[in-house]
């Protein structure tokens, strides 16, 4: 059975004592709930990465990373690197998301470089991809999103690519308060279902844990979840509130 999953990416938010204070009431909530079903990550700023690794070994989540750099060392002043995410025991890593393509100008090719690097560093890529708003209204969704996993994560042999967790984020539901219906979402999740099985065969299609992502909260994520192809989410500002967080954990 493929595995559940709720991440939470802070992006830049929260001061040191903030998200100190976020995390242990996520590690309280998690040891009430003794939920087991779901796979939790908490990707908060690269600076608190330290400290949650020492939070969660008390308690039941997973930490990630919300970018990597496509280089493993060197002159690259400001960049973190796969091999220093892996030396603090850091699991996963967000790559692809639209706030890295829109304002860091990230396109495919280097996404693509990027889930290379981490995998090559036993770093599980949170791998976004999701359409723009014309495109959407241009009825080009589908096609927008097999280009974009054409171009960086099919390149992959399939011992690498099945090491991948898929998130589907159309760009218009990010940080709006809009969310994609749960058949909007249901209907792109099973198209990239298919078009993984068409790649690399129906066993590793059907044990890809695909995750929504786009204004999911603790009102909305029972629905999303409840789709057959959608098995979790990646949550933005719902992330940020420990309360609300927990709650879209338990819709899973
Ligand atoms: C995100 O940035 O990955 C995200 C899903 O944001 P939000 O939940 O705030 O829409």
């Given at each position: 059975m493929r595995e559940k999953i709720v991440a939470g990416n802070?992006?830049?938010?929260?001061?040191f004592t903030e998200a100190e204070e976020l995390m242990h009431q996520i590690a309280d909530g998690l040891e009430q709930m003794e939920e087991d079903k779901v796979g939790v990550i908490l990707c908060p700023p690269a600076i608190y990465l330290e400290m949650a690794i020492d939070i969660s070994e008390e308690s039941s989540f997973f930490v990630g990373a919300q970018n990597i750099s496509e280089?493993?060392?060197?002159?690259?002043?400001?960049e973190i690197s796969a091999p220093m995410l892996a030396s603090l025991n850091i699991d996963y890593c967000i790559i692809g998301h639209s706030e890295r393509r829109k304002y860091?100008?990230?396109n495919d090719e280097l996404i693509g470089r990027k889930v290379a690097v981490a995998i090559h560093n036993n770093i599980t890529p949170i791998y976004c991809c999701g359409e723009v708003l014309p495109e959407r209204q241009a009825g080009n969704h589908l096609e927008v999103v097999k280009m974009q996993l054409e171009k960086?994560?099919?390149?992959?042999p399939p011992s690498e690519f099945s090491n991948l967790i898929i998130a589907y984020e159309p760009v218009w539901a990010i940080g709006t308060g809009v969310n994609a219906t749960p058949e909007q979402a249901q209907e792109m999740h099973a198209y990239i279902r298919r078009l993984i099985g068409a790649k690399y065969g129906q066993d590793i299609a059907h044990q890809m844990t695909i995750l929504y992502g786009g204004s999911c909260n603790a009102s909305n994520a029972g629905a999303l979840f409840?789709?057959?192809?959608?098995?979790g989410g990646l949550i933005g500002?719902?992330?940020?509130k420990a309360e609300e967080f927990l709650k879209i954990i338990q819709s899973v």
């Open positions: 802070w992006k830049m938010n929260k001061t280089h493993e060392s060197g002159a690259y002043t400001g860091f100008e990230e960086a994560v099919f390149i992959l409840s789709q057959p192809d959608v098995d500002g719902a992330s940020l």
